[in-house]
């Protein structure tokens, strides 16, 4: 029996993936796994059971990966998965920020004794006026699962689309219409761009990405939209630029305390991701990544580990995690030099410091030999599997 440990409410569609081997709960001990959203990781004292933390979204910023790896935790998150559901609101965001209709509605409200209002509202009109979204430039800063969707939807809407992503896939490179221009960087992005909109992860090298120094190779009246994390910017720098009337306007999933209030600024309870469907496909896809790695060892969409995955071509798999470094796999493969069992499969991946061995064996592994393996310089953790 495996135990899944719960942070944040999880769909149901999700938990219902899990077969009786499993035991799925909030208030479990020494799990197995984590299932989470946005919940803060950071200070989880990590059970000496725990093997992996699925992320049911996409941001994983809220947990601490290089202690993850270094423990040989596999981290997981739920690519794509998520990806429509932010498109939809950020196209709410962009239409909220080029049509006053935020403060049209708060007015209407406002007006419930107002015999008239069918009258004043034609006169109040010319407040809440605005400008469409066809002939403006969008600059997309991100172009991973979201930030080519809100791009190639802007393309629909009849807008001039920048995108700028060091590190696209090529994937997503072939999903992007070609009509989308490509930013060799921020500068030329934000150079044309009447909105800006972020859909990068927030880690060390992209905290502050808007700052002063970048809101100044803006137009002036910018308006730009944050979907993505709070981190991104710069909140006094964007304050100071809402003020001067440099930046007009901030749509924001992350609002922090400073901003909210603020007359030119929209913001939204991180609502992103928060539609049925995505919260299904998200906790679906991240129950099934725990499943297929606690049962069988494979590791699909994992953020910190190799992914390896392969269905099980012998009755045992040994899978071990280690340093990437040379002679590890001899080393490993010598611990079954006077077995039995013969190695009828074996996959090696490596990730930048990492590396996952998974060997399928004919006969069952003996103790002798998985604690060679464990005694080994640079094992991290050494599981088996049975088929
Ligand atoms: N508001 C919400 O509810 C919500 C929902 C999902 C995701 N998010 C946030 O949006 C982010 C993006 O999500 P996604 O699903 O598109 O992720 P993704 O991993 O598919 O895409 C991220 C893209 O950012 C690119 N990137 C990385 N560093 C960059 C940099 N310095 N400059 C430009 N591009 C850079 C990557 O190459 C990648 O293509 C997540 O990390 C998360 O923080 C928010
Ligand atoms: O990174 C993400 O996937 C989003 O921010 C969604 O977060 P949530 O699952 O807490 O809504």
Same mark, same amino acid.
């Not at 796994?33 to 809220?62: F, P, T």
């Not at 935020?102 to 004043?120: A, F, M, R, S, V």
């Given at each position: 029996?495996?135990?899944?440990?719960?942070?944040?409410?999880?769909?149901?569609?999700?938990?219902?993936?899990?077969?009786?081997?499993?035991?799925?709960?909030?208030?479990?001990?020494?799990?197995?796994?984590?299932?989470?959203?946005?919940?803060?990781?950071?200070?989880?004292?990590?059970?000496?059971?725990?093997?992996?933390?699925?992320?049911?979204?996409?941001?994983?910023?809220?947990?601490?990966?290089?202690?993850?790896?270094?423990?040989?935790?596999?981290?997981?998150?739920?690519?794509?998965?998520?990806?429509?559901?932010? +498109?939809?609101?950020?196209?709410?965001?962009?239409?909220?920020?080029?049509?006053?209709?935020?403060?049209?509605?708060?007015?209407?409200?406002?007006?419930?004794?107002?015999?008239?209002?069918?009258?004043?509202?034609?006169?109040? +009109?010319?407040?809440?006026?605005?400008?469409?979204?066809?002939?403006?430039?969008?600059?997309?800063?991100?172009?991973?699962?979201?930030?080519?969707?809100?791009?190639?939807?802007?393309?629909?809407?009849?807008?001039?689309?920048?995108?700028?992503?060091?590190?696209?896939?090529?994937?997503?490179?072939?999903?992007?219409?070609?009509?989308?221009?490509?930013?060799?960087?921020?500068?030329?992005?934000?150079?044309?761009?009447?909105?800006?909109?972020?859909?990068?992860?927030?880690?060390?090298?992209?905290?502050?990405?808007?700052?002063?120094?970048?809101?100044?190779?803006?137009?002036?009246?910018?308006?730009?939209?944050?979907?993505?994390?709070?981190?991104?910017?710069?909140?006094?720098?964007?304050?100071?630029?809402?003020?001067?009337? +440099?930046?007009?306007?901030?749509?924001?999933?992350?609002?922090?305390? +400073?901003?909210?209030?603020?007359?030119?600024?929209?913001?939204?309870?991180?609502?992103?991701?928060?539609?049925?469907?995505?919260?299904?496909?998200?906790?679906?896809?991240?129950?099934?990544?725990?499943?297929?790695?606690?049962?069988?060892?494979?590791?699909?969409?994992?953020?910190?580990?190799?992914?390896?995955?392969?269905?099980?071509?012998?009755?045992?798999?040994?899978?071990?995690?280690?340093?990437?470094?040379?002679?590890?796999?001899?080393?490993?493969?010598?611990?079954?030099?006077?077995?039995?069992?013969?190695?009828?499969?074996?996959?090696?991946?490596?990730?930048?410091?990492?590396?996952?061995?998974?060997?399928?064996?004919?006969?069952?592994?003996?103790?002798?030999?998985?604690?060679?393996?464990?005694?080994?310089?640079?094992?991290?953790?050494?599981?088996?599997?049975?088929?």
């Amino acid at each position: 029996m495996y135990t899944i440990k719960l942070y944040n409410n999880i769909a149901q569609k999700g938990l219902d993936q899990f077969t009786e081997a499993f035991e799925v709960g909030e208030h479990l001990g020494d799990e197995d796994a984590i299932v989470v959203r946005s919940a803060n990781l950071h200070d989880l004292e990590y059970g000496k059971n725990l093997k992996a933390i699925a992320r049911a979204g996409a941001g994983v910023n809220n947990i601490d990966l290089p202690a993850c790896s270094e423990r040989g935790i596999v981290v997981f998150n739920t690519p794509g998965a998520n990806a429509n559901a932010v +498109k939809e609101l950020v196209f709410a965001g962009l239409l909220l920020a080029s049509r006053d209709i935020y403060h049209g509605i708060e007015w209407c409200k406002t007006q419930t004794d107002n015999p008239n209002l069918g009258k004043d509202v034609e006169k109040q +009109k010319k407040k809440y006026a605005g400008n469409e979204l066809t002939g403006k430039t969008l600059g997309v800063i991100g172009l991973g699962a979201i930030g080519i969707e809100v791009a190639n939807l802007a393309m629909r809407f009849g807008m001039n689309v920048k995108g700028y992503d060091p590190y696209i896939s090529v994937d997503n490179a072939w999903k992007m219409s070609k009509w989308i221009e490509h930013a060799k960087d921020l500068k030329e992005l934000y150079k044309d761009a009447d909105f800006v909109t972020l859909h990068l992860p927030l880690m060390d090298s992209t905290k502050n990405t808007i700052d002063r120094e970048a809101i100044s190779q803006m137009k002036d009246g910018v308006k730009i939209l944050n979907f993505a994390r709070g981190g991104l910017v710069n909140d006094d720098d964007l304050l100071e630029a809402l003020d001067s009337g +440099k930046v007009a306007l901030y749509v924001t999933d992350f609002p922090s305390a +400073k901003l909210a209030a603020h007359d030119k600024v929209i913001p939204i309870p991180h609502l992103g991701a928060s539609t049925e469907e995505s919260e299904e496909n998200c906790a679906v896809k991240a129950a099934q990544e725990v499943m297929d790695y606690l049962q069988y060892g494979n590791i699909t969409n994992s953020v910190n580990m190799p992914n390896v995955s392969a269905s099980m071509s012998t009755p045992y798999r040994v899978a071990v995690f280690h340093v990437n470094k040379p002679k590890m796999i001899s080393r490993i493969t010598d611990a079954f030099a006077q077995e039995d069992a013969n190695i009828e499969n074996l996959i090696n991946k490596s990730r930048d410091q990492i590396a996952y061995t998974m060997l399928d064996l004919d006969a069952q592994p003996s103790t002798d030999a998985l604690d060679k393996i464990r005694g080994l310089d640079g094992v991290i953790r050494v599981e088996v599997y049975e088929a």
